[in-house]
C-alpha cells in the first residue's frame, strides 16, 4: 500500500508538469487552431533565466522563479506579435511552419549566445530534502510541484470563469468568428492566450529544472513532445482534456517505470505511446472531445 502511494504521489507530480505544458499549448490551440511547437523553447528561455537572475544578479531563489515566469510570459507574447500576428491570415500549415522556424531559431540562440552545454541550476538545498509521512518519503521538490500544479490549475478555472478576458478566450476557443462579431478584439483575446500560455511554460519550466538540475538549448524538447501526446489524447482544443490528459501521461509513464522488468524499461516510452495510440484508435476525438463538441 505504501508503495502504491508513493508512485502515486510520484504520478500526480509528474502529471502537473505535462497538465501545464499541456494546457498552454490547448489555450492557443484553442483560439487559434494552431499547435505552437516554440512553446518548449519558451520553457528552456525560463530556465535559462532563472540560472541568469538566482547567479548573476543573486536574487532570492523565489523572486528568481517569479521572474522567470514572468519573462517567459512576455516572452511568448512577443513571439504572438513578432513571429505570428504577420501570419495570422495565412494557412494553418504556414502558421505550424512559423512555429517550427521560431524554435529553431531560439534553439541557435541559445546554442551560440549562451551554451550548448548543460549549465548548472542553484537549487536552494531545502529543495533536494525529503518529509517521512506515514511511511512515505515526500520530496520537498515533489510537494511543491504538485501544489504549484494544482493552484495554478485552480486560479487557471478561476480566471476563464470569472474574468472578462476569461470569458472572451473560452467563447473565442468555442466560436472565434462569433466572438469577434460582438466586439471582442481578437488582439487581446490571442495575445492574451500566448502571454498565459508562458507563463504556464515558465511554471513547468521551473519544475523541470528543478528536477533535472540543469538546463541546456534541448531542454524543452522532450517535455513538449509529451505534452502535445497529452493534449491529443485529452483531446484538441479542449482545456480540460489537456489537464485529463497530462495526468494520464504522468500515471502512465511511472506505472511503466515501476513495473517494468529492467530489460524492458529502454522502452518504457515507446510501450506508453503505443498505449495512446491504441487509445486514440478506439477515441479519434480524443477521451473528452466529443463532450467539449456538443457543448
Excluded at 522567470?68 to 507574447?77: D, N, R, T, V
Aim: some cysteine; hydrophobic content about 55%; glycine content about 12%.
Amino acid at each position: 500500500m505504501e508503495v502504491f502511494a508513493q508512485q502515486a504521489l510520484n504520478a500526480i507530480a509528474l502529471g502537473g508538469v505535462y497538465a501545464l505544458l499541456g494546457l498552454g499549448l490547448a489555450m492557443v490551440f484553442s483560439v487559434l487552431g494552431m499547435i505552437n511547437f516554440a512553446h518548449g523553447e519558451i520553457m528552456t528561455l525560463s530556465g535559462y533565466a532563472l540560472v541568469f537572475v538566482a547567479t548573476t544578479l543573486g536574487w532570492p531563489f523565489g523572486l528568481a522563479v517569479i521572474s522567470a515566469c514572468l519573462l517567459a510570459g512576455a516572452a511568448a507574447a512577443m513571439t504572438e506579435r513578432i513571429a505570428f500576428r504577420p501570419v495570422r491570415g495565412a494557412s494553418l500549415t504556414t502558421m505550424l511552419l512559423t512555429t517550427f522556424a521560431v524554435s529553431s531559431i531560439l534553439h541557435v540562440v541559445f546554442q551560440n549566445f549562451i551554451s550548448p552545454r548543460p549549465i548548472a541550476v542553484p537549487v536552494p538545498e531545502w529543495l533536494t530534502q525529503s518529509l517521512n509521512v506515514g511511511g512515505l518519503q515526500i520530496g520537498t521538490l515533489q510537494a511543491i510541484s504538485i501544489a504549484v500544479s494544482l493552484v495554478a490549475l485552480i486560479g487557471l478555472v478561476g480566471f476563464l470563469r470569472f474574468s472578462t478576458l476569461g470569458l472572451a478566450m473560452r467563447s473565442a476557443a468555442q466560436d472565434f468568428s462569433v466572438t469577434r462579431l460582438m466586439g471582442i478584439s481578437a488582439d487581446r483575446v490571442i495575445i492574451g492566450a500566448f502571454a498565459i500560455s508562458g507563463l504556464l511554460a515558465g511554471l513547468s519550466g521551473f519544475l523541470w529544472v528543478a528536477q533535472r538540475g540543469s538546463v541546456d538549448p534541448l531542454m524543452g524538447f522532450v517535455p513538449v513532445l509529451k505534452a502535445f501526446t497529452a493534449v491529443v489524447l485529452g483531446g484538441l482544443g479542449s482545456l480540460n482534456g489537456a489537464v485529463l490528459g497530462g495526468f494520464l501521461l504522468g500515471i502512465l509513464e511511472v506505472s511503466l517505470r515501476a513495473s517494468l522488468p529492467q530489460e524492458l524499461l529502454p522502452f518504457r516510452d515507446a510501450i506508453s505511446l503505443s498505449i495512446v495510440i491504441g487509445l486514440l484508435v478506439m477515441r479519434p476525438q480524443g477521451l473528452i472531445g466529443r463532450a467539449e463538441a456538443v457543448r
